[in-house]
T-cell receptor
Framework: RKEVEQDPGPFNVPEGATVAFNCTYS??????FFWYRQDCRKEPKLLMS???SGNEDGRFTAQLNRASQYISLLIRDSKLSDSATYLC???????????FGGGTRVLVKP | GAGVSQSPSNKVTEKGKDVELRCDPI?????LYWYRQRLGQGLEFLIY????????KSGLPSDRFSAERTGESVSTLTIQRTQQEDSAVYLC????????????????FGQGTRLTVV
């Protein structure tokens, strides 16, 4: 089993709709969680950190479920510009590497 | 510069030649990562540095690949006797020390080196 897994998609989303997807991690000792966005032929860029209590940044909401070992990202009122690949990343502890999932592709269509 | 810098941005090389890719991380970042990304694929982990040591090099695909880091700064990824399957974008990322006040260990990526082996 991979350390960090994501549904590769694509998720085809009508403009204005809500889309949500998860990222599961295998190590219960994981401590830090992040969502990155990667546009075609560009480097990944941090979208948001994921905090234990859940957090929101505009139309984006991230949540952590430690019991079931997954994080989620919800995008409300999807825009065409939200089309991208969304990567989750997990860090176990100090001195450990940040591990990325394979990414979930989201396509927002008019 | 404020970000992670990689050079060259593009490299075309002949099969069998050696190539060196360079990464300048953000100043003060102790962790440095190398990833490979083939067209349309996800990030493939290659190697992770903490300071100048590499506690995890499990992703290096063969002994043709090696990497080093000096002065807790610049890192070079060397590919010897390049093959066509080595063609990909090689991404470098760095992150600050774990456990600072903000607990931020997110990685910041460079723009990558696009390697084409012909």
């Amino acid at each position: 089993r991979k350390e960090v897994e994501q549904d590769p998609g694509p998720f085809n989303v009508p403009e204005g709709a809500t889309v949500a997807f998860n990222c599961t991690y295998s190590n219960s000792a994981s401590q830090s969680f992040f969502w990155y966005r990667q546009d075609c032929r560009k480097e990944p860029k941090l979208l948001m950190s994921v905090y234990s209590s859940g957090n929101e940044d505009g139309r984006f909401t991230a949540q952590l479920n430690r019991a079931s070992q997954y994080i989620s990202l919800l995008i409300r009122d999807s825009k065409l510009s939200d089309s991208a690949t969304y990567l989750c990343a997990v860090n176990k502890a100090a001195g450990n590497k940040l591990t990325f999932g394979g990414g979930t592709r989201v396509l927002v269509k008019p | 510069g404020a970000g992670v810098s990689q050079s060259p941005s593009n490299k075309v090389t002949e099969k069998g030649k050696d190539v060196e890719l360079r990464c300048d991380p953000i100043s003060g970042h102790t962790a440095l990562y190398w990833y490979r990304q083939r067209l349309g694929q996800g990030l493939e982990f290659l190697i992770y540095f903490q300071g100048n040591s590499a506690p995890d090099k499990s992703g290096l695909p063969s002994d043709r690949f090696s990497a080093e880091r000096t002065g807790e700064s610049v890192s070079t990824l060397t590919i010897q006797r390049t093959q066509q399957e080595d063609s990909a974008v090689y991404l470098c990322a760095s992150s600050p020390p774990f456990g600072d006040t903000s607990m931020n260990t997110e990685a910041f990526f460079g723009q990558g080196t696009r390697l084409t082996v012909v």
